[in-house]
């Protein structure tokens, strides 16, 4: 239960780190592309792996993250922190500079990282070779050992070059984005938030909105979840979260209706309720979630 919890974490804590850097957008800092230009290629225990469908970057907010997808679904995140052109080592402790894989051919979709690894030592590197902050592109070599918990599984990706990638603005403007819609009642009160976000993380749409008083409330799906009814499982694929303070609420009952979800132009749209219990302080009492509907663009 503990390591699904430290996953459930580092999701939320990802999507509140992405909401401030939402904040922080601008057309110097640049912000994730389309499908892009250039090359993202490497090899996965041996096999090749070509990014042919995504290959976008973002250097904003103090960070680097490259993502790299291909048509099968197996993807590669590198996450630094921005020192520019430099060789960034990837420590197993490390929570800024990090490796993940994913591969959503093969069950269990949990991300393999270069931060799970039980013995702390150094499992990689991300060397940024060049960035060209006129044509807003970077260039580099990567290698990474990979691990995830839930299974001891180990991804060992050698080879790894990045070629070029856009960081900056897409060359023409994308159509309107359908509106973002977001409500809540929490124990039978309106949660009013101030902002409400969603990316596209480690392989899930991570959905985030937040109060004027800092509570949040954090839904987790999968990025290939399809139109359906689903049931909140904090151990399972589809996630619910209420902070409050220093409480946090996992949802240990409740439901998720996937209404529509549009992998072709990122938007998201359901309805949601569920029970969370805060399962680091026992005796504390429930909290309800009630009326829950959202419509989202994710990024």
């Known amino acids: 239960m503990l390591k699904q919890i430290k996953l459930l974490a580092l999701l939320v804590t990802a999507g509140i780190w992405l909401t401030a850097c939402e904040k922080e957008y601008s057309l ?16 996965v225990d041996g096999s090749p792996w070509s990014a ?11 960070m680097i993250e490259l993502k790299g997808r291909n048509a099968a679904g197996q993807q590669i995140v590198l996450t630094v922190r921005d020192s520019g052109v430099y060789q960034y080592q990837l420590n197993s402790t490390s ?9 959503s051919t093969v069950a269990p ?3 393999y990282s270069t931060n799970q690894w039980f013995t702390d030592s150094l499992y990689g590197y991300v060397n940024i070779t060049s960035i060209d902050t006129v044509r807003k592109t970077m260039s580099g070599t990567f290698k990474m050992k990979v691990f995830r918990t839930i299974d001891s599984g180990v991804k060992d990706i050698t080879e790894g070059v990045f070629s070029n990638i856009s960081y900056g603005p897409p060359a023409t403007t994308p159509p309107p984005a359908p509106a973002n819609n977001f409500f809540v009642r929490v124990d039978g009160t309106e949660f009013v938030e101030n902002s409400f976000t969603a990316s596209e993380l480690l392989g899930n749409v991570v959905i985030n909105a937040a109060s004027g008083s800092g509570a949040t409330v954090t839904i987790v799906v999968p990025a290939t979840i399809a139109a359906g009814t689903y049931n909140f499982n904090a151990a399972g694929q589809i996630t619910g979260t209420y902070a409050s303070n220093t409480n946090v609420y996992l949802a240990q009952a409740g439901t998720m ?5 549009n992998t072709a132009t990122n938007f998201i749209r359901a309805t949601f309720s569920f029970t969370g219990t805060d399962l680091m302080n026992p005796g504390t009492p429930d909290v309800t979630l009630t009326e829950g509907a959202l419509s989202v663009t994710y990024n």
Request: glycine content about 20%.
């Open 95 to 103: 929570n800024v500079n990090f490796g993940v894989y994913i591969d």
């Open 52 to 62: 042919d469908i995504i290959k976008t970057a973002r250097r904003t907010g103090g």
């Open 257 to 261: 209706v996937i209404q529509e979800h």
């Open 28 to 43: 110097e800092t640049g912000g994730l592309t389309g499908g892009g230009s250039g090359t993202f290629r490497a090899r």
């Open 109 to 111: 979709y949990e991300p």
